[in-house]
């Protein structure tokens, strides 16, 4: 996949294309862009992605803050796996914005970018206010000799797969679940950084994760059987997320993982974690030999499920 920010080096290269923000790359993303694909061979045509690397809304309301499922680092790896030949990065601006659904066809995606088919995702909007519908697209399409076509609508099971339900499953730590719909399991990259120690001295020493993307999604309370990738090498992982009732530690939720298996000072360095499954919830105990005995409990499930 050929990333594109200079939408300069696209003169003279047509291409058939489809537009959006693409959180996460789900099942539902990888349906459309498998579907792009099957056009432009048809057409004889390179595919071609375009996106956004900030999320409209933020730069439409500065007092926005999106959740997101992907840094915008992940979704250009997430969006490569998929084997099209072209992404498009469209800086999103207020002028962006302004633009009628008819002279953002035919000033951007015709006369700058070159696009001669455009997919569109069957429930997909576009243009200021989102005025115009499918009808209207293909009629201003015409007019610019770029053919307009609306994609099939994609289901998994009942419910139709979307980035706001996978947000919801996460926050409901249905990490299986939302791995079943994003087709690859969620995951945190950050540094790990120094903590109050706690887990060292109760004798499950952690790491600290302070997150990379501010507005990256965490998932709900509690403790998970994670992967965990450092300095190249991946390992078991105990991660759990939460305020340590049973320290009193007040509001302020941390993100620490036990590593499986692992001794040595990894201060400062780069840490990602996958989540595979939620273990339980987060629990107040009387006594810190009760948090010790469920812990050790804890470490033989996470073990079970990660060798498994």
């Known amino acids: 996949m050929i990333v594109v920010r200079d939408t300069e080096t696209l003169k003279g290269k047509r291409q058939v294309a489809t537009i959006g923000f693409f959180d ?3 099942l539902g993303h990888r349906f459309l862009i498998h579907e792009l694909k099957q056009v432009a061979e048809a057409a004889g045509l390179p595919s071609a992605v375009i996106t956004f690397p900030e999320h409209p809304r933020a730069v439409l309301h500065a007092d926005y803050q999106p959740k997101l499922l992907n840094s915008f680092e992940e979704k250009l790896k997430h969006l490569a796996s998929t084997g099209i030949d072209y992404c498009i990065v469209l800086d999103f ?16 995606l015709a006369d700058r970018l070159h696009v001669d088919t455009l997919l569109i995702g069957y429930d997909h909007r576009f243009g200021h206010n989102r005025e115009d519908g499918f009808e209207q697209y293909v009629t201003y399409g015409e007019a610019c000799d770029m053919r307009v076509i609306k994609a099939s609508q994609y289901s998994e099971g009942e419910a139709a ?13 249905r990490v299986e679940e939302a791995a079943h719909l994003l087709t690859y399991p969620y995951g945190l990259k950050g540094s790990i950084v120094s903590g109050y120690k706690v887990g060292r001295k109760l004798g499950f020493p952690t790491a600290n994760i302070q997150v ?10 509690g403790v998970y059987a994670v992967r965990v990738y450092l300095n190249g090498l991946r390992y078991k992982g105990m991660l759990y997320i939460g305020n340590r009732p049973t320290l009193d530690n007040g509001d302020n939720i941390t993100l ?18 996958t989540f595979i499954q939620h273990v339980r919830g987060d629990i107040k105990f009387d006594t810190l030999d009760q948090l010790i005995d469920q812990l050790k409990k804890d470490r033989e499930t996470v073990d079970r499920i990660l060798t498994e």
Not at 212 to 221: H, L, N, Q, T, V
Not at 256 to 273: A, D, K, R
């Open 24 to 26: 996460g790359v789900h």
């Open 212 to 221: 990379d993307e501010p507005f990256k999604i965490i998932p709900g309370i």
């Open 93 to 108: 601006t207020l002028e962006l914005s302004r633009l009628t659904a008819k002279e953002f066809i035919t000033t951007v």
């Open 256 to 273: 620490e993982v036990n590593i499986l298996n692992f001794s040595g000072n990894i201060y400062n360095n780069e840490i990602t974690v």
């Open 161 to 173: 797969v979307s980035s706001s339900e996978i947000r919801k499953l996460l926050a409901e730590c």
